[in-house]
């Protein structure tokens, strides 16, 4: 059982515009969110993050924006740009296990030039 | 820092077959996580060790995975016998709570495990 969702495998977005990938969640155990980066035959690299005590995050074109009363949090990428072009994955952390990271399956994005 | 290391990026073997995957995490961390990754569950944790200690192998598909972490600059994540269903990218990272307390975690390339 899936406790971070991702419903869309992936998403097409024209350059210049805005892509916003969701994530869902299950367990209300959850007090800290991450987005992760992924580029084809490298590693996940850490791009932002949000805690439940707050409801956005901003860094740059990047902005997470978190519903706890839906479970559900947002990546808004403005403008989008080819370079961001990668897979996407939600992650999240539980308050008794903060080292223990769920990960989501994952969105990939293309940026469309 | 050369960043946390994997090795072979890539490994093709029959079923039945005994591989071994190899890492080498960032000096100074003392976390290391292993996952898999495939296209049904995503990125799945394997287990992961705090001072070369298993702290949590709840993730271990089956008694056939094996992992260990002799010392804090080296780790292997063992398949015997390999089967089909095993093949997946598998990513080793590494971290440290020392002036993190979010605990950041960095990824290796991976290594592509293919079973015939």
């Known amino acids: 059982d899936q406790q971070v969702k991702q419903n869309s495998p992936s998403l097409s977005v024209q350059e210049g515009r805005i892509s916003i990938l969701n994530c869902d969640y299950t367990?209300?155990?959850?007090?800290?969110f991450l987005w992760y980066k992924k580029y084809p035959a490298e590693g996940p690299t850490f791009l932002i993050s949000?805690?439940?005590?707050?409801d956005k995050n901003e860094d740059g074109r990047f902005t997470v924006f978190l519903n706890k009363s839906a479970k559900h949090l947002s990546l808004h990428i403005v403008p989008s740009q080819p370079g961001d072009s990668a897979v996407y994955f939600c992650?999240?952390?539980?308050?008794?296990?903060?080292?223990?990271?769920?990960f989501g399956p994952g969105t990939s994005l293309s940026v469309i030039p | 820092d050369a960043g946390v290391i994997q090795s072979p990026r890539h490994e093709v073997t029959e079923m039945g077959q005994e591989v071994t995957l190899r890492c080498k995490p960032i000096?100074?961390?003392?976390?290391l996580f292993w996952y898999r990754q495939t296209m049904m569950r995503g990125l799945e944790l394997l287990i992961y060790?705090?001072?070369?200690?298993?702290?949590?192998d709840s993730g271990m598909p089956e008694d056939r995975f094996s992992a260990k972490m002799p010392n804090a600059s080296f780790s292997t994540l063992k398949i015997q016998p390999s089967e089909p269903r095993d093949s997946a990218v598998y990513f080793c990272?590494?971290?440290?709570?020392?002036?993190?307390?979010?605990?950041?975690?960095?990824f290796g390339p991976g290594t592509r495990l293919t079973v015939l």
């Open positions: 990272a590494s971290s440290s709570r020392r002036g993190d307390p979010y605990n950041e975690q960095f």
């Open positions: 000096s100074g961390h003392d976390y």
């Open positions: 367990n209300s155990m959850f007090d800290y």
């Open positions: 992650a999240a952390r539980r308050k008794t296990s903060y080292d223990k990271v769920i």
């Open positions: 060790f705090n001072n070369n200690v298993p702290i949590d």
């Open positions: 949000i805690s439940s005590i707050k």
